[in-house]
């Protein structure tokens, strides 16, 4: 599947990129627009900002992949995104605007509104997500429940969601918890249930880190599919450069907070231009050329 997404991926004329990377020109309003953001934790201590100064742009129906080491910030600019970073608790600047509003200008209240509809987030551990005391047929309902569904159809909507995420019928009618299930089935469900609400984003922090490769493409596939039925627009969130580069249209790659590069996935793959990014493209090159070594 990755290697399907790769000759996609190639095959896109550069033409497009210019196009919709065109800042404020006559273009179609960006979905996310990222400017300056700036974070530091209040830890006590003098700190470098987790991130500084980041500038993003991500269009409907796009994959934006941002890539880093551990450490790197990414798992913050997810937060940030999702409007899950708490001003008490990091000093933030910059502006976060999704369809044109600033989200640090919103309120709780309306953040969590915006967060059960229009914006999604999946993380890297689905079992820390999912509740191990409610079948996960009930788990994926209870997301249609809320974003508006009665209970009734809720509950078919939740199996049609789940048959769809690639959870056999015949495994979610015997109502399974999440413990009887995979590492792979669970972040598919937490697919199904993120995107029950029909969301335009979806911020996806290391979805498939936890899983082996076979799985990883499977839920790699499973994204993508809903961003082309849907035009959903995804921040896809990884330190997998590879993974990343055979399905995003952009990267961004951040080092210390910084992105120190962003463009079309090929550019950055084939012909990066900061020396870190070419660092990890050889790193990954290497790694994979020692697996296919003969023996
Ligand atoms: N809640 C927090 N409080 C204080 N420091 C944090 C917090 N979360 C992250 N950091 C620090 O911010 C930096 C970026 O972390 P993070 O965004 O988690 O990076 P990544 O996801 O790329 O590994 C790291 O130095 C990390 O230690
Ligand atoms: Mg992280």
Redesign the pocket.
Known sequence: MSVEGQEETAGRPPADQSLHRRAGGGDKEPLLEVQGLTVS?R?GEETRP?LSGVDLTLHEGRCLGVV??????????GLAVAGLIDER?ARMSGTINFRGRDLRGLDETRLAQLRGSEIAMIFQDPMASLDPAITIVEQVAEAFRLAGRARKESRRLALEALADAGIPKELSSRDPYAHQLSGGECQRVMIAAALAGGPRLLVADEPTSSLDVVLQAQVVDLIRRKQRRSGLAVLFISHDLPLVASFADEIAV?LD?RVVEYGESRQVIEAPRHEFTAAMVSAALALAGGENAPS
Do not use: D, V
């Open positions: 934790y830890t987790a880093g080491l551990s450490g790197a910030g990414k798992t913050t600019l608790e951040l907070g």
